[in-house]
């Protein structure tokens, strides 16, 4: 089990965070988890302050009631610590995983995993990465196995879950026309098509007093029925058309009228979301604001991304240089991978997780001792047995019989325990290839995990990089220059 180094006998804070999803685990998934983490903070001097649970929750994204709230709750800075029992609990997304991390870290919070020895060194960083990186590879797996299981239902007209719209029912998992309610649907579409407005189909349904789940038809489920293409009894998933499941309520050239009445009367539509690498990364080295990311439009209508001061922004006096998105990112990004890279640099890291994760696994004294202190009470129960199978029989060697029988199963118990923690082994082939494949696609990924700030003082850029132990004084804050390269104008130096 991993442990945590402590300068002194302080006793550290920490909430749990436990969470489990609906495939396979219950409410014994959580028992175990709090079990875990409980006695990895009484072996490591940390005091329990609070849990937070998500109950049959995924991982693949933080929309998680419990999980939401501990995020706000670490603003009044009480803990030191999250704890989990393994980095899957916590987040199966790399991204929202190493953005969440960066807010506690902002309150003086950490996240510790019960299970998984991670050391506070440069190795750490990317053991850590490669554990988050094999639970977002295990999380895409099942879902699509899930896809798959999913799409043979569909294609056999079987409903699949989830949001049934007004006007249908489930009969025997599949679905049935409500002839009530898909009368009014109808009127809805008949009424649009020849130019009613919404609002006064809705006085109209409210006037003979036709409700939705007993209340009058609000403006937002109206146009919901309007917009949804099941009615025609077309459904589309994932590029797929399915016409065998949803049975047909409004007729195809109605549902045509309507359809392109609505989309002559949308206003605009949402562009594709642009990712800035450096966005929460970059400050100002002149006013020491963080430099935002910027779009506008140029006078022949082309979108312009940029990075710009937030200082210079609001008028500060800040006469920071504003730097266009693809030669800011471009520099930056080129660089480091340049680095991380070279064979030196790599072949270093690799060994040094190597020899990290071998010394963590033979350093687990407290399995050795039990698997152990096991064998002796297998022995004294195999000679209890015999003894007694030789006609000694007594009140004595019956209760003896019992207490060795609890102590067994207390250190098998016990040795689950200990064995669920023992760090996995990952070989070196693994280790190289997730490497391999980070560097090559996962750049944005390497950002969030490697990256402390970056500084940019008119064409001069400073790279920090995140330091192993968080414990560093302020007068080391700024480390040492392992790098420092003139590309594209700028100046490069590179810190940890």
């Known amino acids: 089990m991993e442990k945590i180094n402590h300068q002194s006998n302080q006793l550290k804070t920490a909430v749990i965070y436990a969470r489990y999803s609906s495939e396979n685990q219950n409410e014994q998934s959580i028992d175990g988890q709090l079990r875990v983490c409980q006695e990895f903070a009484k072996q490591n001097n940390i005091i329990i302050l609070d849990t937070y649970i998500d109950r049959a929750m995924t991982g ?77 590879y295990y999380s895409a797996e099942l879902s699509q196995k899930v896809r798959r299981g999913m799409n043979e239902t569909r294609l056999k007209g079987n409903f699949t879950g989830g949001y049934v719209p007004y006007g249908y029912v489930i009969v025997n998992k599949k679905v049935t026309i409500d002839e009530e309610k898909a009368e009014v649907v109808r009127f809805i579409y008949k009424q649009y098509s020849l130019g009613v407005y919404v609002k006064d189909i809705m006085n109209t349904l409210n006037a003979k007093g036709i409700y939705n789940r007993g209340k009058p038809f609000a403006r937002n489920t109206v146009y919901k029925i309007l917009k949804t293409e099941k009615y025609s009894g077309i459904y589309r998933y994932k590029g797929q058309v399915f016409t065998n499941i949803y049975p047909q309520i409004v007729p195809t050239d109605i549902f045509e009228i309507v359809r392109g009445k609505m989309e002559k009367n949308k206003k605009g539509s949402r562009s594709a979301d642009i990712v800035y690498v450096f966005r929460h990364k970059a400050f100002c080295g002149k006013c020491g604001q963080p430099i935002s990311a910027e779009c506008g439009t140029s006078c022949t209508g082309d979108k312009r991304r940029y990075y710009k001061c937030y200082g210079r922004k609001n008028r500060n006096g800040c006469k920071q240089e504003v730097f266009t998105k693809e030669l800011l990112e471009e520099t930056i990004l080129d660089t480091m991978m340049k680095e991380l890279k070279k064979p030196q640099v790599m072949n270093r890291i690799i060994k040094g997780i190597l020899e990290m994760q071998e010394k963590n696994y033979l350093e687990n004294a407290t399995l050795k001792r039990l698997t152990s202190e096991k064998k002796k009470v297998e022995k004294s129960l195999e000679n209890l047995v015999t003894a007694i199978e030789n006609g000694v029989v007594s009140n004595t060697t019956n209760r003896r019989l019992h207490e060795l029988e609890t102590k067994l199963s207390e250190l098998e118990e016990k040795i689950i325990i200990e064995e669920s923690k023992a760090y996995k082994m990952i070989t070196e082939e693994e280790i190289r290839a997730f490497y391999e494949m980070a560097i090559k696609f996962e750049a944005q990924a390497m950002i969030s995990i490697l990256i402390e700030k970056i500084v940019i003082t008119d064409r001069d850029i400073v790279i920090y990089y995140n330091k192993p132990n968080s414990n560093i004084s302020p007068d080391e804050s700024q480390g040492f220059c392992f790098l420092e390269i003139e590309r594209n104008g700028f100046t490069i130096e590179m810190y940890i």
């Open 60 to 136: 693949t994204n933080d929309n998680r009631p419990a999980f939401r709230q501990m995020l706000e709750d670490c603003k009044k800075k009480q803990w030191n610590y999250v704890l989990v029992y393994k980095l899957d609990r916590f987040s199966r997304n790399k991204y929202e995983s190493a953005i969440h991390k960066h807010t506690l870290k902002e309150n003086g919070v950490k996240v510790k995993s019960a299970t998984e020895m991670i050391p506070d060194s440069p190795e750490g960083i990317l053991i850590e990465a490669i554990h988050e990186g094999y639970a977002e």
